[in-house]
């Protein structure tokens, strides 16, 4: 996870975190253009959303626009599209060699998505897929970031919340509220935000 | 034409250079890659024929102070 967007994060004063904050953040470090989120009448059960990054000329001979289109289905909760489109957002940041941008790259990051996760093939299709498993527990650390995490704990220990009230007030869904705050989440996140992304972001 | 054939129609052949791509799959089991390729390429169409209405999700809840 690029550092200017972790240290945005660091300074986080109020919950919950906006949708709209991220993306105004992610714009600020200058990596993308235009971000649009659509809710789509999509089937939650085969895909629950989509980061389809693109480049384009919007007037004949004008300049070219990178445009990050994130699609969210409109049959999930609240704070399942929240965590689906921050999952997504992480990927606009995703390195060279994390992008999916070929034929055969998408059809494999398809086919690894959907299949079991071997322990014997080490392809870069295996680790497109990795990358893309590894950008959930990114997208949570954006909405449920370091400062509110240490809240979170010591309104549970004080006993003036409980996990529900939490995800309450984080906005993420409450299965994932456990886990965040699991005394390994630290380490995990200092591990994972290590990986590739864009040297500039 | 298969799910796949059509989202690769959509992502290689519309005149847009495809820079990244990602999924979140859905939660049912058994999902083929037919339907999933086919169902991102459905969402994304009818994304860009209303028009890419930019409507992220808001809580529209009042803010807690962490201090």
Request: with cysteine; aromatic share 6%.
């Amino acid at each position: 996870m690029p550092k200017r967007l972790l240290e945005k994060l660091k300074a986080v004063e109020s919950l919950p975190i906006e949708i709209t904050e991220l993306r105004d953040h992610i714009i600020e470090i200058g990596v993308q253009d235009r971000i649009i989120i659509c809710i789509e009448d999509m089937d939650p059960r085969i895909l629950r959303g989509m980061l389809y990054q693109y480049s384009h000329r919007p007037i004949l001979y004008g300049e070219i626009e990178q445009v990050s289109l994130i699609v969210v289905s409109e049959h999930m909760s609240p704070e399942w599209k929240r965590l689906v489109c921050a999952k997504e957002m992480v990927h606009i940041l995703d390195g060279p060699s994390e992008q999916t941008n070929t034929p055969e790259d998408v059809m494999g990051l398809i086919e690894k998505l959907l299949g079991p996760l071997s322990t014997e093939d080490v392809s870069h299709t295996d680790y497109m897929a990795l990358v893309d498993r590894i950008a959930l527990y990114k997208g949570l650390a954006l909405l449920f970031p370091d400062r509110a995490r240490d809240w979170a704990l010591t309104e549970l220990s004080a006993g003036r919340k409980e996990i529900g009230d939490i995800a309450s007030v984080v906005k993420i869904p409450e299965e994932f509220v456990s886990d965040v705050l699991d005394e390994a989440w630290p380490d995990m996140m200092k591990a994972f935000f290590e990986i590739n992304s864009r040297a500039d972001a | 034409m298969s799910g796949r054939e059509v989202l690769r129609s959509f992502l290689f052949d519309e005149g847009k250079e495809l820079k990244n791509i990602k999924f979140f799959p859905g939660t049912g089991r058994g999902i083929t890659q037919d339907q999933m390729a086919f169902e991102a390429a459905k969402a994304l169409k009818k994304a860009f024929s209303n028009g890419l209405i930019d409507s992220p999700p808001e809580t529209g809840v009042d803010k807690i102070n962490l201090a």
